[in-house]
C-alpha cells in the first residue's frame, strides 16, 4: 500500500514535466522520498502514517515535480557550460601547439635544416583538428550556451523518440 501511494504521487509529480526528463525526474524523486522517509522514521520500518507526513511535507506533486525539472535542467546547462569552457581550453592548446610547431618548422627550414619537415605534419594537424573542431560544433567557440544547451536536449529527445519506434 505504500509503494503504491508513493508511485501514485511520483506519477502526479512527473506527470507535468516533458516526456524526456520524466524517468530521471522518477529516479530523483522516489530516491529523495524514501530518503525522507527513513529520516523521518529514525531507521524504523515505516508506517502509512509516515508516508503520509513526508508526502505532505513535500507539497503538491505538481509544484515538486515542476521544481525537480527546473534543478535538472540547471544542472545540465552547467555540466554543458564546464565541458564548453574545457572544450575551449583545449582549442586554445592546440591553435598553441600547432602555431609552435609551424613556426618552428618554417624557421628550421628557413636555417637550411630540411629534417624540419617533421614538426609542420602535427603542427598542421593540430591546427586543421582546431579548425574543423570549431567549424563543424555549433556555437562552439563564438555560439551562446543556450544554442549549446537546446541542441543537446533536442538530440536527446530525438533519440529517446526514435527507441520508442522501434
Not at 12 to 21: F, T
Not at 47 to 68: F, I, T
Not at 134 to 145: E, K, S, W, Y
Amino acid at each position: 500500500m505504500m509503494k503504491q501511494r508513493i508511485a501514485a504521487y511520483v506519477e502526479r509529480a512527473v506527470g507535468h514535466v516533458p516526456a524526456g526528463y520524466r524517468p530521471a525526474l522518477r529516479r530523483q524523486l522516489k530516491d529523495l522520498i524514501y530518503s525522507m522517509l527513513e529520516d523521518f522514521t529514525e531507521g524504523d520500518k515505516p508506517r502509512m502514517s509516515d508516508v503520509y507526513c513526508v508526502l505532505d511535507a513535500l507539497g503538491d506533486p505538481k509544484e515538486v515535480g515542476q521544481n525537480l525539472l527546473d534543478e535538472y535542467v540547471s544542472v545540465r546547462k552547467e555540466r554543458v557550460r564546464r565541458l564548453k569552457i574545457i572544450a575551449q581550453a583545449g582549442l586554445i592548446v592546440s591553435y598553441a601547439a600547432a602555431a609552435v610547431l609551424v613556426v618552428g618548422g618554417i624557421a628550421a627550414l628557413a636555417f637550411g635544416m630540411t629534417d624540419a619537415a617533421p614538426m609542420l605534419v602535427p603542427g598542421c594537424g593540430a591546427g586543421l583538428f582546431a579548425l574543423a573542431l570549431r567549424t563543424f560544433v555549433p556555437g562552439f567557440l563564438t555560439g551562446d550556451l543556450k544554442e549549446l544547451v537546446m541542441t543537446e536536449i533536442a538530440a536527446s529527445r530525438r533519440g529517446r523518440a526514435a527507441r520508442h519506434r522501434t
